[in-house]
């Protein structure tokens, strides 16, 4: 429908590529697991799939360069269409099938994956969309069979794209080469998934690797663990076991008897796996189910037993969203013994208003909550198609987003999940309100507030003991807490903006349901 000479933008599209070493990590990319803390994870990588593809900010994840930049294909968008061998008419260069991708080592390492980005040519220049350019994502394309480079040689990879998913996928062509006939070709495709294995890690979301890989979130745990069984003999449930990690440490510290209940059944299936790995296969059982659907005879401690402990790590980013209020008061009151210990036993939300401008996923701001005559009043007409979620808390990273704080931090909500049974605080209808009366600290208009918790993982012996974690990092001190923690993010809620003034202060409506917690306006 254009005409013959017409310029088209960009006019071709160049796919770069280079080789990286990604190691385990607490952020959203999932490097393959090994040893945490002192347990074999490995089993857990069937929820990889065989070569997982991620979406990542190349700059916000941990990695290590191993080879020059390459130019994985190039796509004319303006040069005359070719005919194929099968007759189709494609854009020149868009022959993705069977690509071969040369990449020369720089450093002596392990290629553990290829990342990805376009490169679009522009009139006065390229556009890149590499890894200086803060508002776009680079793919990283994990290969099944990690590569041994050595400085100065080249690595041959064969690659494919999948127009379905978008997904360039990747196998080393010397380790990885199919096998030569008459044995049966298991690898046709390169770098295929296969549709187990795809099944499989389709089931479990990507939060898992961070928060298995955060060490001090694991050593927090694994510390509350020991001092629980120091204090007798226990029976453990462990609620919520994902891998079966907490489980194992509950084990490990001298467990009389452990049962992990995990409603996700692949997941559950998988620690059976990890716990066998580990030795655990007879001292830890597995219950595939909602605890909220158990009783002590379905929950099957030996001879109708009741749990001495109620372990969970049931947490999102805005504390209460994965339903720790209604999990654990059910547990207490439906299947544990009478002054069980309770691990977390309490947990702080903290808050933040701030001003937040409008910046690069993932910040969807509605429109509603933009500063008048900021320039992105301009698009409220995109308001319509904003998903409805930005009503609720999104998930970021605080330290990679821009924003003015408004207030210093102060404290939302107080939680005792440990609470006396017969206490309101240990209701599972549990929610409240709050008029929060904050100190503004800057002058402007407000227009979110940015919240995170702080979690005491043992009963308190002491009033004004501190925290065991936060999980704003920069907010540890200032919140009392010991240690950080990572594999969190900060949740940020959008409000109508309110124009708020230095040395004045402002009531900031809060409240909470069992499952979230959530902040109506500011009243100036
Ligand atoms: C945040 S993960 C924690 C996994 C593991 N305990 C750890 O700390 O590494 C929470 C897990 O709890 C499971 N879960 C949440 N509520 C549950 C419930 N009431 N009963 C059983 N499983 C639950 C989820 O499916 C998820 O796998």
Not at 74 to 79: D, T
Not at 177 to 191: C, D, E, G, Q
Not at 397 to 418: H, N, W, Y
Request: net charge negative.
């Amino acid at each position: 429908v254009i005409a013959p000479d017409a310029t088209v933008l960009p006019s071709a599209v160049s796919v770069r590529a280079l080789g990286v070493t990604i190691p385990a990590q607490t952020d959203l990319v999932r490097a393959p697991l090994g040893t945490v803390s002192g347990f074999d994870l490995s089993e857990f990588n069937v929820f990889r799939g065989e070569a997982p593809v991620d979406l990542v900010r190349l700059s916000d994840v941990k990695h290590a360069t191993v080879t020059r930049e390459a130019e994985l294909a190039r796509v004319s968008l303006q040069a005359p269409l070719v005919t194929g061998e099968d007759g189709e008419a494609r854009l020149d260069g868009m022959n993705l099938e069977c690509l071969a991708l040369d990449l020369e080592a720089i450093e002596d390492g392990e290629l553990t994956a290829v990342a990805l980005w376009t490169d679009c040519q522009m009139v006065g220049g390229v556009l890149s969309g590499g890894e200086g350019r803060r508002s776009r994502r680079q793919m990283v394309s994990f290969l099944a069979t990690p590569a041994r480079v050595t400085r100065g040689s080249t690595v041959r990879l064969r690659g494919k794209y999948d127009p379905s998913t978008g997904h360039f996928t990747f196998v080393n062509a010397e380790a990885d080469a199919p096998p030569p006939p008459p044995k049966p070709t298991t690898t046709t495709t390169p770098a295929g998934e296969s549709p187990l294995a795809k099944g499989v890690s389709a089931s479990v979301e990507r939060w898992h690797f961070p928060m298995i890989n955060d060490e001090r979130r694991n050593r927090a745990y694994d510390a509350a663990i020991q001092k629980c069984m120091a204090s007798g003999s226990h029976k453990v449930v462990d609620i919520g076991g994902g891998s079966g990690l907490l489980a194992m440490m509950a084990a490990r510290a001298g467990a009389e008897e452990v049962i992990t209940v995990e409603r996700v059944g692949d997941m559950a299936e998988c620690a059976r796996a990890v716990l066998a790995s580990n030795g655990f296969a007879e001292k830890i059982r597995v219950v595939h189910g909602s605890s909220l659907d158990l009783t002590p005879e379905t929950l099957g401690f030996a001879d109708g037993a009741r749990p001495t402990v109620v372990l969970s790590e049931v947490l999102d980013d805005g504390l209460l969203g994965e339903g720790v209020i209604p999990t654990v008061a059910h547990a207490r009151r439906e299947l544990a013994a009478p002054g069980a210990l309770v691990v977390p036993a309490a947990a702080k939300v903290y808050a933040m208003v701030v001003s937040m401008p409008p910046q690069p996923e993932p910040i969807v701001m509605p429109a509603s909550s933009t500063p008048v005559g900021g320039g992105a009043s301009r698009w409220s007409a995109y308001d319509t198609l904003r998903p409805p979620e930005v009503k609720k808390y999104t998930s970021v990273r605080a330290d990679r987003v821009k924003f003015t704080p408004f207030s210093a931090p102060f404290e939302v909500f107080g939680f005792d999940f440990d609470a006396p049974l017969d206490d309101p605080a240990s209701m599972a209808d549990y929610s409240r309100e709050s008029d929060v009366v904050v100190d503004a600290t800057a002058s402007g208009t407000a227009n979110a507030v940015v919240f995170w918790f702080t979690l005491t993982l043992n009963r308190p012996t002491e009033e004004d003991a501190p925290a065991d974690l936060c999980t704003y990092p920069a907010m540890t001190a200032t919140c009392g807490a010991v240690e950080s923690s990572r594999c969190w993010n900060e949740a940020l809620q959008f409000l109508t903006p309110a124009s708020v003034e230095a040395g004045k202060s402002f009531v900031l409506k809060a409240a909470h349901s069992p499952t979230r917690v959530f902040f109506r306006d500011i009243i100036v």
